[in-house]
Nanobody, 124 residues
Framework: QVQLVESGGGLVQAGDSLRLSCAAS????????MAWFRQAPGKEREFVAA????????VYADSVKGRFTISRDTAKNTGSLEMNSLKQEDTAVYYC?????????????????WGQGTQVTVSS
């Protein structure tokens, strides 16, 4: 089992930056894929970014490409999502997810491990 705990959410204004963190514990190793998803009220869970097991291999949703940066510190078993130039449409609960298995990075069903989520609200 892998336990994930997110932190760093909050209320910011459009154009601001925010950094989310994800702390992993349990049966972890450097080979798992860590990803971020988000879910806005009334909408399905949406892929944001993933950091794959190959060093430096990152994948982003088009909606955040160029604004968000995902990273991992395998020594500390943590991950982060740096969010810049935030927009109102970025408002959502953000979830950290992890998996050891393969599959499409953007498919939530391929991730068996999830954090509890952290709220990000971007005001105008």
């Amino acid at each position: 089992q892998v336990q994930l705990v997110e932190s760093g959410g909050g209320l910011v204004q459009a154009g601001d930056s925010l950094r989310l963190s994800c702390a992993a514990s349990g049966r972890t190793s450097s080979s798992y894929v860590m990803a971020w998803f988000r879910q806005a009220p009334g909408k399905e869970r949406e892929f944001v970014a993933a950091y794959a097991r190959s060093a430096g291999h990152t994948v982003y949703a088009d909606s955040v490409k160029g604004r968000f940066t995902i990273s991992r510190d395998t020594a500390k078993n943590t991950g982060s999502l740096e969010m810049n130039s935030l927009k109102q449409e970025d408002t959502a609960v953000y979830y950290c997810a992890a998996r050891y298995n393969g599959g499409t990075y953007s498919e939530p069903k391929t991730y068996p491990y999830w954090g509890q989520g952290t709220q990000v609200t971007v005001s105008s």
